[in-house]
């Protein structure tokens, strides 16, 4: 009896097999025709984003749905490959898709725990369910999964299948792959990571979201470590390695590597609009490289120039108060805190090294805060001064329990309570011979504002604006020794009046032009136009590459009334830097494809060979020279601070205070800086262009200009020299065709010359041997023009 219960029970389990095992041979039958083709692995093509660089290859931008970098297998280092199978599929060698093994280790697993907690997925089954299949948990696609595995095994060899896994794989941070992962955990490629590094990335595909380093560091230690005594009982690592490997500190590059690309993100937004011009959806999957003109060294100068110089005045005009407000209980404490003011600063982004925090408890003489991360500040001494007001009762906006504040680390380790300015800026340098911009900075914060004010704001030029019209009163026969009256001016038309008046409310009587502009003096410089004629300087300045329509043919175009962008200065500069060449800004060197072939390059007009000629030379080294006196003795001086004689420059501020400009160039390197806000309104009494904007433009130079020689400037041809004729007994220059007549041309009160028979353009027929087209009537240039 009991070996005929045996039999029965034998043939009882041997039939179900059969039936179990046909089921299963119908199915797969039924499903392989049906499963997906697998022209998408033989083909791949990854979405790989568009990404910028600068011209000495820092990346500063990356735009796409995902961050990838596509890399061969053979690129990846042998300890990533044996980090990856330590953690996801040690036998992925053997198996054919489907380890047998790990499926029976799985099985008792789940039934031990009672819980379905592990799949058995080997390495090419995960290949399959990224490219084909849902992330449910279901036997449907658990079987397909397998039978899809089988398919690519025999399709692909094994080197394809893993490479295949390490470029599509999500590891968090929006990044797909392992070589992008490197960079964005550790800003580094594969080949630099450690063993303890390695191990940690190969942790992540289990569970991206609950491994991350960045945002669950306890977690993903502890998946690391489990990682790593994998690696070592395979004998991938050595005992020396993975103990090394167990007590190495976790270094995460991804605040650096932010802070990195932080400092050009107006840049690599240019190239992204310009990029999705150009080639629409496709500039985000095709992984085009963009090669900038930028220097990483130059705009991080640039970056930190402009930041520095904004806090600066803001600190002049005091602490504001808190961002906001709060609303934060005594009563509320604990983990409950912990999640109000963790949620709080999640919506606040850090700008630079300010960071975000929430007052916990203020007093006068000490200041608790609680920043990202579950830290704790405790602000006291030193870091108080800069808001000592907003600690007293009586403040109308104090810092209390529940502010929200901005904190910043200073050079001795302690932290101090700072505030973002108001007040924006801009700053911009190119190169003077070929026009590639070297840095660009748009504003403040570009998280804060992503306005580029380099390109996008028309603001007035102020004094900037003078030299050009200084230039075409050289071109109409004045000179640098012309005399020119600093007196009064008075235009009434209509029952409307126009005074325009020096900065200093003083008038010095008649001075040289040279010296006019040395001291940017304002009724100097209308005389100018007036002799010049308003028609003629309005077709005159577009040599420069300023608009006509911007700039109207009144008197008040040589107060710089008109309206510029910070690009457009640093370019109409540039032609005198550069011997009187047009040269154009650009900022977009070369595309390249994902393989490093270039699709576009960008032919730059070149100063001396393929640059138009927009003036004369001899204008331009007259121009630099009076613009070098501007910074040696007038209003640029403290230039000077730099100890180079070959620095050429003009500060501007224009009515009331509103806009602050530098704008100068030194060897090969122009730069143009702004500062005002951007709905206009006083600057006050620190908003002159020599003490808001001309600091920015110096911090830069200090350190672009450091250890480059003096340039020296050779004379023109058809440029006569006279010795001691110039301002404290300098140089003075002249045209040669000039010089038979009297340099010493006198600009009376009404803007004519003398002698000149009413018209102001030429002292004498011989003084005009081009017959230059002659300037109107100045006191006719007055009338239905002024207003």
């Known amino acids: 009896m009991l070996k005929r219960f045996f039999a029965v029970l034998a043939g009882l389990i041997l039939g179900g097999a059969v039936l179990v095992i046909g089921a299963v041979v119908i199915a797969i039958i039924i499903t392989y025709p049906r499963l997906p083709s697998l022209d998408v692995l033989t083909d791949y093509r990854p979405k790989i984003p568009l990404r910028v660089y600068t011209a000495d290859s820092q990346l500063i931008g990356e735009f796409g749905e995902e961050r990838r970098s596509f890399v061969r297998i053979y690129e990846v280092p042998q300890l990533m490959k044996q980090a990856v199978m330590a953690a996801e599929d040690e036998r992925f060698y053997q198996h054919g898709g489907v380890d047998y093994m790990g499926v029976l280790r799985a099985a008792v697993s789940n039934v031990l725990s009672g819980k379905a907690r592990s799949g058995a997925s080997t390495i090419t089954m995960q290949v399959a369910k990224n490219f084909f299949l849902s992330s449910e948990k279901t036997f449907t696609r658990k079987f397909n999964e397998a039978l899809l595995a089988f398919k690519i095994e025999h399709t692909l060899s094994k080197d394809q299948i893993l490479e295949l896994y390490f470029n599509q794989i999500y590891l968090g941070q929006r990044a797909y792959g392992f070589s992008a992962a490197a960079q964005v955990y550790y800003g580094k490629p594969m080949a630099d990571l450690s063993v303890a590094e390695m191990a940690m990335l190969a942790g992540l595909p289990k569970a991206p979201s609950s491994y991350n380093p960045v945002v669950n560091p306890e977690r993903a230690h502890l998946r690391q470590q489990y990682v790593l005594r994998r690696m070592y009982e395979l004998n991938f690592i050595t005992q020396s390695q993975y103990q090394a490997a167990l007590v190495e500190p976790m270094r995460l590059a991804n605040q650096r590597a932010e802070s990195a690309s932080q400092t050009a993100q107006y840049v690599a937004e240019m190239v992204r609009q310009a990029m999705y011009e150009r080639y629409k959806e496709s500039a985000y999957t095709e992984g085009l490289k963009v090669y900038t003109t930028l220097d990483s060294h130059h705009q991080r100068w640039a970056y930190d120039s402009l930041r520095a110089g904004l806090v600066d005045y803001d600190r002049k005009t005091g602490y504001r108060g808190p961002e906001s407000m709060l609303e934060l209980p005594e009563a509320l404490g604990g983990q409950e805190q912990l999640e109000v003011l963790d949620e709080a600063l999640s919506e606040l982004r850090d700008s630079g090294t300010m960071l975000p925090a929430i007052v916990l408890s203020a007093s006068p003489g000490e200041v608790r805060a609680y920043m990202r991360g579950n830290k704790q500040l405790v602000i006291n001494g030193a870091g108080l001064d800069f808001v000592r007001s907003a600690l007293n009762s009586r403040s109308k906006r104090p810092i209390r329990r529940g502010a929200v504040i901005r904190v910043q680390a200073n050079a001795?380790?302690?932290?101090?309570?700072?505030?973002?300015?108001?007040?924006?800026?801009?700053?911009?340098?190119?190169?003077?011979?070929?026009?590639?911009?070297?840095?660009?900075?748009?504003?403040?914060d570009?998280?804060?504002?992503?306005?580029?004010?380099?390109?996008?704001?028309?603001?007035?030029?102020?004094?900037?604006?003078?030299?050009?019209?200084?230039?075409?009163?050289?071109?109409?026969?004045?000179?640098?020794?012309?005399?020119?009256?600093?007196?009064?001016?008075?235009?009434?038309?209509?029952?409307?009046?126009?005074?325009?008046?020096?900065?200093?409310?003083?008038?010095?009587?008649?001075?040289?032009?040279?010296?006019?502009?040395?001291?940017?003096?304002?009724?100097?410089?209308?005389?100018?136009?007036?002799?010049?004629?308003?028609?003629y300087a309005q077709e005159y300045i577009e040599r420069f590459g300023f608009s006509a329509k911007q700039h109207p043919a009144y008197l008040t175009m040589a107060l710089g009334a008109g309206s510029v962008t910070p690009l457009q200065m640093a370019e109409g500069y540039a032609v005198f830097a550069n011997g009187g060449f047009r040269t154009k800004g650009y900022f977009i060197d070369r595309i390249e494809d994902q393989f490093g072939r270039v699709l576009a390059k960008t032919s730059a007009t070149i100063a001396g060979e393929n640059a138009p000629q927009a003036i004369d030379p001899r204008n331009a080294f007259i121009m630099t020279s009076m613009l070098n006196d501007v910074v040696r003795y007038g209003t640029g001086y403290r230039a000077m601070s730099l100890g180079r004689s070959d620095l050429s420059g003009k500060t501007g501020t224009t009515s009331d205070w509103k806009d602050a400009w530098f704008v100068g160039y030194g060897p090969k390197l122009v730069a143009a800086t702004w500062v005002g806000y951007d709905q206009p309104r006083t600057l006050g009494r620190y908003g002159y262009g020599g003490t808001a904007a001309l600091p920015i433009w110096i911090n830069y130079m200090a350190n672009a200009l450091k250890d480059l020689p003096l340039a020296e400037r050779a004379l023109p041809d058809g440029l006569v020299v006279r010795a001691g004729g110039g301002q404290r007994g300098g140089d003075e220059y002249y045209y040669e065709e000039y010089q038979s007549t009297n340099p010493e041309l006198r600009v009376d009160n009404q803007g004519t010359v003398p002698g000149a028979g009413g018209d102001a353009s030429a002292p004498t027929s011989n003084a005009n041997p081009e017959n230059r087209?002659?300037?109107?009537?100045?006191?006719?240039?007055?009338?239905?023009q002024l207003f």
Request: no cysteine.
């Open 773 to 784: 087209p002659p300037a109107q009537d100045a006191v006719e240039g007055v009338k239905d």
């Open 412 to 444: 001795k380790g302690y932290w101090d309570i700072v505030e973002m300015p108001e007040v924006e800026g801009a700053f911009v340098s190119m190169d003077s011979q070929t026009g590639a911009i070297k840095s660009l900075v748009g504003g403040f």
């Open 446 to 535: 570009f998280n804060r504002s992503n306005f580029n004010h380099v390109t996008q704001a028309w603001r007035q030029p102020g004094s900037t604006f003078k030299p050009f019209i200084y230039s075409a009163a050289l071109e109409r026969g004045l000179t640098a020794s012309s005399m020119i009256n600093d007196a009064p001016l008075v235009f009434a038309q209509n029952g409307q009046r126009w005074e325009p008046k020096n900065d200093n409310g003083k008038f010095e009587g008649m001075m040289t032009m040279r010296r006019g502009l040395t001291q940017s003096k304002n009724l100097v410089s209308v005389r100018i136009l007036m002799a010049v004629g308003t028609d």
